[in-house]
């Protein structure tokens, strides 16, 4: 869980979007959620995007709260 946004963020992007994931995936459950199938893509997009900036400390609680912004507004299209 992403409790203290002053704690040292992680060096590389990956293990970003697996946090981000982890924590998205535990707030989003299956029978809850239309769009668990779009976690992955969701989360990569939303990392990637705010990866360039200097500051990487916030990183993770930004891409957080894009992914919630995606879960709350549902699916755009249905998988294929």
Known sequence: MITNPFEKAPDDVETVIAIVKREAVEECRADACPIIWAIDDCTRDAVTTLWDSRVKTFVPLLA???????????PCETPE
Do not use: P
């Open 64 to 74: 957080l709260r894009r992914v919630r912004s995606c879960i709350r507004a549902g």
